[in-house]
Nanobody, 125 residues
Framework: QGQLVESGGGLVQAGGSLRLSCAAS????????MGWFRQAPGKEREMVAA????????RYADSVKGRFTISRDNAKNTVYLQMNSLEAEDTAVYYC??????????????????WGQGTQVTVAS
């Protein structure tokens, strides 16, 4: 099955930056589509960004386009989310997830079969 472990969350002032990491272990996820999701209190879990294993193509939620960047290093079995110009509305628990859909970047959480435990991101306004 493998495991995903997120790190890099924390408290940051509005306008600041954070870089989240998602380290995989137990198996390689180089052939999986990887995604970052977030869930704020009282809200549904939403996809923030995703990246294909095959072409490296990316997909972003409209709310983070131009501010967030997803990348992956298959040699390190790690996925990153660079978050710039953070806003209070970005406050949430951020999750890393893996989908076996190699050629598609699904936005639905149900398409992702392996999940990390989450890391809290808090943006102070």
């Amino acid at each position: 099955q493998g495991q995903l472990v997120e790190s890099g969350g924390g408290l940051v002032q509005a306008g600041g930056s954070l870089r989240l990491s998602c380290a995989a272990s137990g198996r390689t996820f180089s052939d999986y589509t990887m995604g970052w999701f977030r869930q704020a209190p009282g809200k549904e879990r939403e996809m923030v960004a995703a990246i294909l294993s095959t072409t490296g193509s990316t997909r972003y939620a409209d709310s983070v386009k131009g501010r967030f960047t997803i990348s992956r290093d298959n040699a390190k079995n790690t996925v990153y989310l660079q978050m710039n110009s953070l806003e209070a509305e970005d406050t949430a628990v951020y999750y890393c997830a893996a989908s076996p859909d190699r050629y598609y970047m699904p936005s639905s959480p149900t398409s992702y079969k392996v999940w990390g435990q989450g890391t809290q991101v808090t943006v102070a306004s």
